[in-house]
């Protein structure tokens, strides 16, 4: 079995113009990733656009998994995952703005945040992210394609509540992240939780946010 690894960021979003998230409605997710996906199509993409079939089945082995990702186009491995429908084996997800934590419509000068999860070798293609999100506040989202600047860029970790600045603190610089999860650490933390439940002093409760 190998072992999976995870890095879990947090962008810091400041709006320029009048902006509406949809989050109420759970419509920011779907904003956001398609924003993000034009962005990176437009300005990262070096395959021709005409054969995006071609290119999956020259990328993808018999098991249905990139072989070589850094022989090949980031933006298609990362996007191009629309193949066999309701198997989409994307290496990003995107965690969108809730209605509970965000107002629904901002002004300038408002705050809001989005998540981004990277598993295994999509960790290699971060700079993508963190130069794709700006280029996505000047194209504007949502209704009305409100505008944002990106402030800050965070790394966490979920298991701990650890976290460190990996953009925005010194000028351009983008700092490596260190807080990545693994099955390793994973292990550690539920075995530790699992003694717990034996001895009756703890117990696991899941909330699911969003539908």
Known sequence: MFSLTTLHLRFVCEATTPLRLEAENFRAGSNLRGALGQVMMR???????????????DATSHAGVVENPWGLCPVCWLLAANEKPGEERRGY???????QTHQEYLNA???FEF???????????LPYF????PEMGRMGIGPGRGRFDLKRVWALNPLTGESECLFGDAGNVVRMPTLGVNHESVRQIAGGRWQAAETGDWRLEIE????
């Not at 300005?43 to 089945?57: E, I, V």
């Not at 998540?115 to 293609?125: C, Y």
């Open 43 to 57: 300005s990262y993409c070096t395959h021709p656009r005409q054969d995006p079939k071609g290119f999956l089945a």
């Open 93 to 99: 997800a995107l965690v969108p703005p809730l209605p």
């Open 109 to 111: 000068g408002d705050a």
């Open 115 to 125: 998540g981004v999860t990277l598993f295994g070798n999509a960790q290699k293609f």
């Open 130 to 133: 963190i130069l794709a999100v």
């Open 208 to 211: 699911f946010l969003t539908p």
